[in-house]
């Protein structure tokens, strides 16, 4: 029961500061291009740029292919944006409380927020990389239609996810700097085991339930079946099932390490 009163007054506190969390996501986002001559393109470019990489490496170097009829370009973007977004906010969030560090000793604002600023402020670049990934998709032969609006339910499931382990790494990192470096090797080694540039379904089927278990796949999964496969979420009760769990487990130990670990950042900064 306290756990819901606390989601309550938590999304209690998000509208009241509401205008200063647009500003914090604005300023975070602005703050990333400012200083460059292409500005807000770099945020696309970067992306888009390490994509045609993969794509140039993997279906014509190595001459991969997925399977199941579907170009490697097409199924390459629909798993590298998302994963993308996900790597790079988990990173960014990791940080966030150290790079507002001016803004621990004010009393007048809930840290927690910050986390929801960052990801609002990544959400900008990423919305217009979905739009993206639309046009891809329909240039190849993909139809759009109803269930490609799944795609916007799978992206709010990730930004809870990110945001229960935004407060679990951000909040620890202030004590312990190895956190960072873990989420960095972390990043790494998932971009490898989570089914991007290979298929799910090239694993006996006796051992898939093993890269399931990294939640990272239901979203990326999911992405493809809005974006490629017009696959129903209902189609999959158990992954979305163990996905909601593992994400409440993550808010819910986010919020108790931060809430626990804020009164004592200032020591540390």
């Avoid at 007054?9 to 500061?17: H, S």
């Avoid at 944006?81 to 940080?95: H, N």
């Avoid at 407060?167 to 990043?187: G, Q």
């Avoid at 808010?251 to 804020?262: D, M, N, P």
Wanted: glycine share 6%; charged share 15%; proline share 4%.
């Amino acid at each position: 029961m306290k756990f819901f009163l606390d989601i309550k007054k938590f999304a209690r506190m998000l509208y009241d500061k509401k205008g200063a969390i647009y500003e914090l996501a604005k300023r975070d986002f602005e703050s990333q291009y400012k200083s460059t001559y292409l500005g807000i393109v770099w945020g696309f470019v970067h992306p888009l740029s390490y994509i045609l990489l993969l794509l140039l490496v993997f279906s014509i170097g190595l001459r991969s292919n997925p399977g199941n009829d579907v170009p490697f370009v097409v199924y390459l973007i629909s798993g590298m944006i998302p994963w993308q977004f996900f790597s790079t906010t988990l990173t960014s969030l990791t940080k966030v409380v150290k790079t507002h560090s001016y803004l621990v000793k004010k009393g007048d604002l809930s840290l927690g927020i910050l986390h929801v600023a960052k990801i609002l402020s990544s959400l900008v670049t990423h919305i217009v990389l979905i739009v993206v990934c639309f046009i891809v998709c329909r240039a190849y032969g993909f139809p759009l239609g109803f269930h490609s609006l799944q795609i916007f339910y799978y992206l709010a499931a990730m930004c809870l996810l990110l945001l229960g382990l935004g407060w679990i790494t951000s909040s620890t990192s202030m004590f312990i700097e190895d956190v960072a470096n873990a989420v960095t090797i972390f990043v790494q080694f998932g971009f490898w085991f989570t089914p991007i540039i290979w298929n799910i379904s090239r694993i006996p089927q006796k051992y898939q339930w093993i890269a399931k278990l990294n939640p990272a796949c239901y979203i990326i999964s999911g992405y493809r079946d809005s974006l490629i496969y017009g696959t129903p979420i209902y189609v999959k009760p158990r992954e979305t099932l163990y996905f909601w769990v593992i994400t409440a487990v993550a808010l819910l130990a986010g919020a108790v390490i931060f809430r626990r670990l804020k009164p004592h950042f200032g020591e540390v900064i």
